[in-house]
C-alpha cells in the first residue's frame, strides 16, 4: 500500500525550523505519512487534497495561521491546560485553528526562550525561578505534547486516509547522581548553606524553623554511610527496574571551585568503585558519564572524563548528564552532540517541571545552524531536590504534583521520562527516599514491568520532508 503524504503549503523563506518540528511531530506521534513542506508557489503541482495551508492570510480549507512572534514572558490558555505564546492567536474564524500551532510547539521545544537569554549573555542556571516566562504554572505541563495531539486530532478529522500508530507504555527512567561517596568538609558546608537558606525561607512560621534548625544541627554531627548502592539496587530489583547510575570522572586538578561544587571522589584511585561499577552492569543496570562543572563548556575535559570511565566499566559510555544541570546554550550541547548518544541534563534545579514543555524523547534543536541535534534528550521532569530543597510550599504538595504528572504521562505519545534521586536521598541527613519508591510503585501500578524497546524510531531523518 502507498504511504498517504501530508503536505504543508507555505509562503515560508526559510522552512529549517518548520521541518525540525514536523520530523519531532512524526515520530513522537507515530505519524504514519509522509509530510512534506511546499511551496505556496508550487501548491497547483500537489496531485493530491492532504494538504494544510500555512501562510500568514486565509487561503483555503485547512489553514493554519502563521504568526511567528518571538516569546515575551506572556501566554494565552486556549481550553484546560493547552497554551500559547502571547499573539499567536488568530481572530478569523475561518482558519482551522486559531493559533499558529507549529510555530508554538516549535518555539516551547527548541526552548527559544532561553537561547533568548543566551543571546542576550543570561542564563536561567537551570533554575525555574530565573525563566522569562511569568506564568511558572505553564512549566509543569507538557505543553508540546498537547499541541502535538492537537495537531493530530485536526489531521485525523480532515484527512481521514493518514492514521497514526498506537503508542507503547510510557517509560519512565529511573536513575541517581553520584556526587558523594562519604561526607567531606566542602559537602557539608555546601549543604549547611542550603540548610541555613531553607530557615530563613520558613520565617515567619515558627514551628518550621524550628524544625529546620534542630535538623541542621543534626546534619553537623551525623556520619551516616552515602555509600548506599545496595539500597538503590534492593528497592529498584523489588520492583523489577534497573536504573542509570550518573558516574563523575575527575579528569583535572581541583581548584578551590571544582573542589567546592564538584563530586569529592576520584574514581581512578577508588577500586571498590570501580568494582561496584562492574557489578552494576553485570547485574543490568545502566552507567552514564556524571559531568564536571567545567566539562559543559571544555570539550576537552568532556572528553577525558568520558575516556576514564570507558576505560574503568570497559564499554562505551552513550549517556550524559551535567552535575548541577550546568547548560551553557551556545556550548554544551555542541559538546554532548559530539560525543554522546543521550543526554538527560535539561530539567529544573529548582522545581519539578517540563523544561522543554516534552514528555518524550526528543532531539534538541541547533538554532545556530537552523536543524536538531543528533544527540536524543530525555526530558527530567522529577529530582529529588525538586520535592525537598530549596521550596516555598509543603513537600507534600510537590509529592502530589510529581505523583499527578507520573500518572497522566500515558496522555502523551512516546512517553519517555528520566526521574533522579541522589545517592545520600537514603539516608538519615535526609530521608528522601520514600518519594521515589512511591513513584516506582505508582509506575509498576500503572504499567507494570518496564517496557523495553528500540530507540531506532527515535532516529528518523529529514528524508520525508522536503
Not at 211 to 237: A, M, N, Q
Amino acid at each position: 500500500m502507498k504511504t498517504p503524504v501530508l503536505s504543508i503549503v507555505t509562503d515560508l523563506s526559510d522552512t529549517r525550523w518548520l521541518e525540525y518540528i514536523l520530523v519531532e511531530f512524526k515520530r513522537i506521534n507515530l505519524c504514519q505519512a509522509d509530510i512534506k513542506i511546499v511551496s505556496l508557489a508550487d501548491e497547483q503541482a500537489i496531485g493530491h487534497s492532504n494538504k494544510i495551508f500555512y501562510s500568514q492570510r486565509f487561503c483555503s480549507g485547512f489553514c493554519v495561521p502563521q504568526r511567528q512572534i518571538l516569546p515575551n514572558g506572556k501566554v494565552h490558555y486556549i481550553k484546560g491546560d493547552l497554551y500559547v505564546l502571547d499573539q499567536t492567536i488568530e481572530d478569523d474564524e475561518r482558519f482551522t485553528c486559531s493559533y499558529d500551532i507549529f510555530w508554538n510547539a516549535f518555539a516551547f521545544l527548541s526552548r527559544l526562550e532561553e537561547y533568548q537569554l543566551a543571546q542576550n549573555h543570561r542564563s536561567s542556571m537551570s533554575h525555574r525561578i530565573l525563566h522569562p516566562r511569568q506564568d511558572r504554572h505553564s512549566l509543569t505541563i507538557p505543553i508540546v505534547n498537547l499541541l502535538f495531539n492537537r495537531l493530530e486530532d485536526l489531521v485525523t478529522r480532515n484527512f481521514p486516509e493518514i492514521t497514526f500508530g498506537v503508542s507503547a507504555k510510557p517509560r519512565v527512567e529511573f536513575s541517581h547522581d553520584i556526587d558523594y561517596l562519604s561526607k567531606s568538609i566542602q559537602f557539608m558546608a555546601k549543604q549547611s548553606i542550603l540548610n541555613a537558606y531553607d530557615f530563613f525561607r520558613f520565617f515567619p512560621r515558627f514551628g518550621d524553623m524550628g524544625k529546620s534548625f534542630l535538623k541542621s544541627v543534626s546534619f553537623l554531627f551525623s556520619r551516616p554511610s552515602y555509600w548506599t548502592f545496595e539500597y538503590w539496587e534492593e528497592i529498584e530489583k523489588r520492583y523489577n527496574t534497573r536504573s542509570i547510575f550518573y558516574i563523575h570522572a575527575k579528569a583535572i586538578k581541583k581548584n578551590f571551585l571544582t573542589w567546592i561544587i564538584d563530586p569529592n571522589y576520584d574514581l581512578l584511585n577508588h577500586p571498590r568503585l570501580q568494582k561496584k561499577l562492574k557489578d552494576l552492569l553485570r547485574d543490568g543496570f545502566e552507567i552514564g558519564l556524571h559531568g564536571s562543572y567545567y566539562s559543559a563548556v571544555d570539550g576537552e575535559i568532556m572528553a577525558k572524563e568520558k575516556a576514564i570511565l570507558e576505560k574503568v566499566i570497559e564499554r562505551p559510555v552513550t549517556k550524559i548528564r551535567q552535575h548541577w544541570l550546568r547548560y551553557n546554550e551556545l556550548v554544551t550541547p555542541y559538546i554532548h552532540n559530539k560525543l554522546f548518544e543521550y543526554d538527560s541534563t535539561l530539567g529544573w534545579n529548582d522545581r519539578i517541571g517540563f523544561r522543554s514543555g516534552c514528555a518524550s524523547q526528543y532531539h534538541p534543536y541547533d538554532h545556530k545552524n537552523k536543524k536538531g541535534f543528533e544527540i536524543i534528550e530525555t526530558p527530567q521532569i522529577i529530582m529529588d531536590f525538586n520535592i525537598y530543597q530549596s521550596l516555598v510550599l509543603e513537600n507534600k504538595y510537590f509529592m502530589g504534583i510529581a505523583l499527578d504528572i507520573i500518572s497522566k504521562l500515558d496522555e502523551c505519545k512516546s512517553a519517555c521520562v528520566a526521574v533522579s534521586w541522589h545517592e545520600r536521598a537514603c539516608t538519615s541527613d535526609y530521608e528522601w527516599h520514600a518519594t521515589y519508591e512511591m513513584i516506582l510503585e505508582r509506575v509498576s501500578q500503572l504499567w507494570g514491568t518496564p517496557h523495553e524497546e528500540s530507540h531506532d524510531h527515535l532516529r528518523v531523518k529529514n528524508e520525508n520532508l522536503v
